[in-house]
């Protein structure tokens, strides 16, 4: 170890003292703000804090219960601070004189939190890299504000011409930056924890939403619409793996209770119905695939899932559009908007939802919660508003929706497509292997009623299909070819049940949806 250097005033010891403290407030700014963008997941602050109530022993409990009384958690999350001012300040204090050891409590706080943080039930992958961050951020502002004060210290500790106003100008830097990072990093981390635990307390409202019964429930899936081969899309995508695309920069966080779905604009009478009123009607079941126009040809922005909603329809039929209406502009909270030709979601065939189950369970936060539209059909752009809360019945001649201006067509119907999900391309087999070539392809509330795939220069052959459950929905499909040596490219193209083939023409998603074959490479040797 070496010498304490000679050049260090014992009476700045308070000043490496609160660079430690500040560096912890550094921890915690980066460490919450982490936290906040992962949802509310991974704080260190509450995952330490609920480690402490895990651990401690009985008889410490029961003595902080009968201290405090309800006031206990505040006495903690209190003792917890105290400590922690205690201990960094003390790392502050042997940074300065000993370094890099302050450093290192720091590093070693901060592996204590990652074990809190890693091991509380349910924690997500993710979940440690707020600490991780945290734990950076600390030890650079805690090695940066420990330059400045040792700068300041220099020129006091060499005495030549001009020292006190060197001194002066160290001085002021030194405090200038302490002041600024502390007042930075106490503004972010208190602001990042209040909004963590805002989102934390919207999604203890989702957890507590009990969604009725259907009054019409769906068709079973039969068995037959899924096939058994390794590598496919499952027929129904779980909510974790549906695939969200959206504006918002943070999920808007909506209180049920707080909600209420207006439809007005060109109708007979305005109507307005709360979340306790749409859940008394009598909800419906519809399978339906929704896809996003940006999906290229290939792409997984698609999924398949049970949406539990009331019809459109009939929300339309009370308000009684007047004549002359073509479209309804649906808003979210957030401002999104699409523009819905009027005549799908008054069309008896087209299960347009107001949907706010998903799969069995109320609507996800990402994917709309409390209440989001859902039109088999049509792409995402122009229908599948969520957070919705107002429909304006209005005309295409007078209103646009949000992607309209911005270079995307005014309607979106979904186009034939088909994809290959096995094997991937690039894939290698040996020779005689019999190889299942296998997807989902689509026209969502036209159907499919065939699939074709084509291997090297052979002609297109028919693939084995799944079982249809609706026309609104994909429907899986698989080729078992035998491999034969060589490399091929392997290309699959859908018939709609009206009887398109699906075109070879390739077209990129802008204006209004990808076109052209999928294929992969296969080589057998
Ligand atoms: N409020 C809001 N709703 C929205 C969007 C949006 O940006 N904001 N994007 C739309 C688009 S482009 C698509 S493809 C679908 C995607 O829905 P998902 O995220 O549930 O898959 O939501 C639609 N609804
Ligand atoms: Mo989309």
């Known amino acids: 170890m070496t010498e304490p250097d000679p050049r260090l005033l014992p009476h700045r010891r308070w000043a ?15 460490a919450e703000l982490g936290a906040l963008l992962l949802g509310g997941a991974g704080s260190p602050l509450v995952a330490v804090g609920s480690a402490v109530i895990d651990l401690a022993p009985r008889g410490a409990k029961d003595l902080m219960v009968s201290l405090f009384g309800t006031g206990d958690k505040v006495a903690l999350f209190a003792l917890m601070t105290v400590l922690l001012v205690v201990i960094t300040a003390g790392a502050g204090v042997l940074e300065r004189r000993r370094p890099p050891f302050g450093a290192l409590v720091f590093a070693a706080g901060g592996v204590l939190a990652l074990l809190a943080v890693t091991t509380r039930s349910g924690s997500g992958t993710f979940d440690g890299a707020p600490t991780v961050l945290g734990v950076a951020a600390s030890i650079i502002v805690l090695r940066l504000l420990l330059q400045r004060l040792r700068r300041w210290e220099d020129t006091r500790a060499v005495p030549t011409v001009g020292a006190d106003r060197a001194d002066g100008v160290q001085r002021r830097s030194f405090i200038g930056w302490a002041v600024t990072t502390a007042a930075v990093a106490a503004l972010v981390g208190s602001a990042s924890r ?7 307390a919207a999604a ?20 037959g619409a899924s096939l058994d081969v390794t590598g496919i899309t499952p027929y129904v995508t779980p ?3 549906f695939y969200r695309i959206d504006t918002a920069l943070r999920v808007p966080s909506i209180d ?5 779905l207006r439809i007005h604009g060109e109708v007979e009478e305005t109507v307005e119905i709360t979340w306790a009123e749409l859940l008394a009607l009598p909800l419906e079941e519809h399978m339906a695939t929704l896809s996003c126009v940006s999906n290229e040809v290939g792409g997984d922005l698609i999924g398949n899932a049970l949406w ?10 009370r308000a009684r559009p007047k004549s002359g209406a073509d479209m309804v502009l649906s808003r979210s909270i957030d401002g999104f908007t699409a523009g819905t030709p009027l005549d799908v979601l008054q069309d008896d065939d087209t299960q347009a939802l107001v949907a706010v189950g998903m799969n069995g369970t109320p609507l996800p936060a990402e994917h709309g919660f409390p209440a989001r539209l ?6 995402g752009y122009v229908s599948a508003t969520k957070w919705v809360t107002e429909l304006e019945v209005t005309r295409f001649a007078k209103a646009q929706g949000y992607w309209t201006p911005r270079g995307w067509s005014e309607r979106g119907p979904v186009k034939l497509e088909s994809r290959i999900d096995t094997p991937s391309d690039g894939t290698s087999v040996r020779v005689g292997d019999r190889v299942p070539i296998a997807g989902v392809a689509w026209q969502p509330h036209v159907g499919v009623k065939a699939v074709q795939v084509k291997v090297g220069s052979a002609g297109w052959q028919d693939a084995e299909l799944a079982d249809s459950v609706s026309a609104d929905t994909w429907r899986q499909w698989v080729y078992r070819w035998t491999a034969v040596a060589g490399q091929h490219e392997v290309q699959v193209r859908a018939v709609s049940a ?4 699906q075109t070879s023409v390739q077209r990129p998603p802008a204006p209004n949806g990808a076109t052209g074959w999928h294929g992969v490479t296969i080589s057998a040797s």
Not at 194 to 200: E, N, T
Not at 256 to 260: E, F, G, K, N
Not at 374 to 379: H, I, S, T, Y
């Open 16 to 30: 490496a003292a609160l660079v430690g403290v500040i560096a912890m407030l550094a921890f915690l700014a980066v």
């Open 194 to 200: 209040l909004g963590s635990a805002s989102l934390q």
């Open 204 to 223: 203890a409202v989702r957890r507590a939403v009990r969604l009725p019964a259907p009054a019409s429930t769906a068709e079973p899936v039969p068995s």
């Open 239 to 241: 909510n974790a793996d």
């Open 256 to 260: 049920p209770a707080d909600w209420s």
């Open 308 to 317: 539990l909603g009331y019809p459109i329809r009939s929300l339309l039929a």
């Open 374 to 379: 859902v039109v088999p059909g049509l792409f």
């Open 498 to 501: 009206d009887g398109e083939v």
